[in-house]
């Protein structure tokens, strides 16, 4: 009987020590089975560099009025936007493509036209000259190329002002527009994008 007994107390202590040891490994997890940490990252966007356009960066996110006012090779155009009364226009939503003249593009015209240009009583005809430049939409320079592959070499554009200019392909891998009057200018920097449009800078005043 006292074996009996003892034999009953040791497969009890026996299963005991199992279920303890069972529980134990449930509650417990091997060091090397651990989910790792999570590592946090961080995205990394290179910043594209604005262009520059007169010593000036051109904030694509602000309007062509207000890029073309910081820069310098513009001053006149702005000045003349100004005596148009077009700020407003230029500011608005568009979007629009500005074909912009630089300062040495206004040089070509003879000093006294241009003064009298500036004047109240020539603000239509200056108005007329300025919407010349300025297509309705945001045309890039591959744009353009697009039209004038699909048109034989020479895109037409319609602009604000009502009339039309041509662009077709120049030397050097550069567009030229040529005016109502024959006249031709070249693209010297494209593709400056602005809140409201794009800006293509050219080197000759356009005339309609």
């Not at 630089?102 to 109240?120: G, H, S, V, W, Y």
């Not at 592959?149 to 554009?157: E, F, P, S, Y």
């Amino acid at each position: 009987m006292t074996n009996l007994r003892n034999t009953m107390l040791i497969a009890v202590s026996g299963a005991a020590l199992l279920a303890v040891a069972a529980c134990g490994n449930q509650n417990s997890t091997p060091a090397d089975t651990a989910a790792p940490a999570p590592v946090e990252t961080t995205a990394m966007t290179p910043e594209t560099p604005m262009p520059m356009v007169g010593g000036a960066a051109m904030d694509p996110a602000q309007t062509i009025v207000a890029n073309a006012s910081k820069a310098s090779n513009l001053s006149t155009l702005v000045a003349a936007v100004q005596a148009a009364g077009l700020v407003d226009t230029l500011n608005g939503a568009g979007p629009f493509t500005v074909f912009a003249p630089d300062n040495a593009a206004f040089d070509k015209i003879p000093e006294a036209t241009r003064t009298a240009l500036m004047q109240p009583a020539k603000k239509a005809d200056l108005t007329k000259i300025l919407t010349y430049h300025v297509v309705a939409g945001r045309l890039t320079a591959a744009d353009i190329a697009a039209q004038a592959q699909a048109d034989g070499g020479t895109a037409t554009l319609k602009t604000v002002q009502g009339e039309e200019l041509k662009v077709s392909a120049g030397p050097n891998n550069t567009w030229v527009i040529t005016d109502a009057k024959g006249g031709k200018s070249t693209i010297t920097q494209a593709d400056v994008g602005q809140s409201n449009g794009v800006v293509h800078v050219v080197d000759t005043v356009l005339m309609p």
